[in-house]
């Protein structure tokens, strides 16, 4: 069947219709979050569940010029309210395990809830039964002797966040994205399951089912997969937005339509973000939406080029594209940050091994390779930030790009001004 070009919308009629059901489901949704945010704010204090996502020690100066070490927690309700704590610096890590919190709420606004915001709490109950993340965590604990390292795997296979210390180390390295579950991870997982199902697929097929599509039965198994995987790691929003990304792929290509579209990325944006409206405010889910969008502006206009060149090209293409951003937002870079190209080519091959190795009881194989990655992050970091109009100005660049593809010969030397002046800043 032969590809034809990306038109979802005929006619402008159906344009507005699509408009005025996207907004109706945004209302509702928002209708929904509101409700749930009057309830909290109801009373004075509030019992909820949650999930304690991040537990670390921090030290600060009282007013009275004597130092205070405390805890701080962050947390994630049920119904997906994130909220900071603090604890004594005697409360036990507790880390990953769900607790029965009172919580005392200032006058907090709809958008605070809506994003993330300060309470005092009161733990009143720890659960002792452990959830299967809270279990696969546990079981590489044991696996592991060095902390770092099963940090790592629990952030690679549970979504788990790290330390500060390692979040610094792999910002620095500029592998932070290899380490936070996102579209990348579940393109690899979707290419090994799909090998996996296929020749077994195939087997049954050709005897007892011919009639059957096996792309179109493959991938329905693949999607209920990973579904479940999704749901297993709380939805994560990079990995949420790959999901429903490669769901509406797949339907719009079994259909005949070019998937490598703005109109795709654009259309799975919308359908996300009416359903889950406080994804608005993540950064993580935009960072995602804006590596698919670079990935999609080379595709686009270097289309011409033969498959081997964009293998090789997009790698570094999308490096160039996001340090931008990167710098804006981390303000982290170093002399090994250009080598997250390399680290991103290995860890294709590298995440599906370790998966392999920790089924087969070779869990600690590799461990050697990434304490060595962690020993090259330079002890000392410099800061480099960016002038917020340099940043929005790559960012007009960027967009006019989708539309003109004379501004892609404006936006590469931008992105490599960008990376001179931060080696300049290092140097």
Known sequence: MLLKELSLFSSKREILLFGLLALFTLSYSLLIEYNNYKQLTLFDSAIIEATI???????????????????????????????????????????????????????????????????????IKVEKEKSLKQKLNNFLDEKHTNNNITYIYQALYTATPLTKELQQIFSTLGVSHLLAISGFHLGVLSTLLFFLLKYPYNFFQSRYFPYRSAKVDIFIIVAFLELLYLLFLDTPPSLLRAFSMLLIGFILYDRGFKIISMQTLLLT?????????????????????????????????????SALWQ??????????????????????????????????SLFTLFYPLSIFLHLIGFSTLLDSSLLWLLKLAPKETMKVGLNIYIFFGFIGISLIGVFWRKAIWILIPYSFFIFIYGLLVIS
Request: glycine share 4%; net charge positive.
């Open 53 to 123: 996502l991040k537990q670390y020690t921090k030290t600060k100066l009282s007013k009275n010029g004597k130092q205070k070490t405390y805890q701080v927690l962050k947390l994630r309700a049920d119904n997906g309210y994130t909220f900071y704590t603090t604890k004594s610096k005697k409360f036990p890590n507790n880390k990953g395990e769900k607790v029965i919190v009172e919580l005392w709420l200032q006058e907090i606004s709809f958008y605070q809830y809506m994003t993330t915001s300060f309470g005092y709490s009161r733990i």
């Open 269 to 305: 944006i919308i359908v996300i973000l009416v359903f889950a409206p406080r994804l608005f405010f993540s950064i993580g889910f935009w960072l995602s939406v804006l590596g698919v969008f670079y990935i999609f502006l080379f595709l686009i206009h270097f289309k011409t080029l």
């Open 311 to 344: 293998f090789i090209l997009v790698p570094i293409w999308v490096y160039i594209m996001m340090l931008p951003l990167s710098l804006y937002i981390f303000e982290s870079f170093s002399f090994y940050h250009p080598l997250s190209i390399v680290w991103t």
